[in-house]
């Protein structure tokens, strides 16, 4: 099963920023759309950035826009997500996802999604 892998993740108190990145195992994932993830205890899935590949459009959800960026470096297979100004509710386990011949019409729908990796933690403190 092809995994995709995070890092970054840790506890932060509000307003400091962190960089999660996401290492896709092989180079066929520098043209899937990529997107990233966050959930925390009881809630679904919630959909918060993506990336459509290289050079192409990105997302976010109305909560982060603003605040975080999503980018990648096919180069090195990856995807990262710049969080600043972190808020107590950014707190969450973050995932990255990826999929092939996505539509962006369906980016945050978390159920169309094939790959995801582990997750990483974030967490904000007041």
């Known amino acids: 099963q092809v995994q995709l892998v995070e890092s970054g993740g840790g506890l932060v108190q509000a307003g400091d920023s962190l960089r999660l990145s996401c290492a896709a195992p092989?180079?066929?994932?520098?043209?899937?759309?990529m997107s990233w993830f966050r959930q925390t205890p009881g809630k679904e899935r919630e959909f918060v950035a993506a990336?459509?590949?290289?050079?192409?459009?990105?997302y976010y959800a109305d909560s982060v826009k603003g605040r975080f960026t999503i980018s990648r470096d096919n180069a090195l297979n990856m995807v990262a997500l710049q969080m600043n100004d972190l808020k107590p509710e950014d707190t969450a386990v973050y995932y990255c996802?990826?999929?092939?011949?996505?539509?962006?019409?369906?980016?945050?729908?978390?159920?169309?999604?094939?790959?995801w990796g582990q997750g990483t933690q974030v967490t904000v403190s007041s």
């Open positions: 990336h459509m590949r290289s050079g192409g459009d990105t």
């Open positions: 092989t180079s066929k994932f520098s043209s899937y759309p």
């Open positions: 996802a990826a999929r092939a011949l996505l539509s962006s019409h369906r980016i945050s729908d978390p159920t169309v999604y094939y790959y």
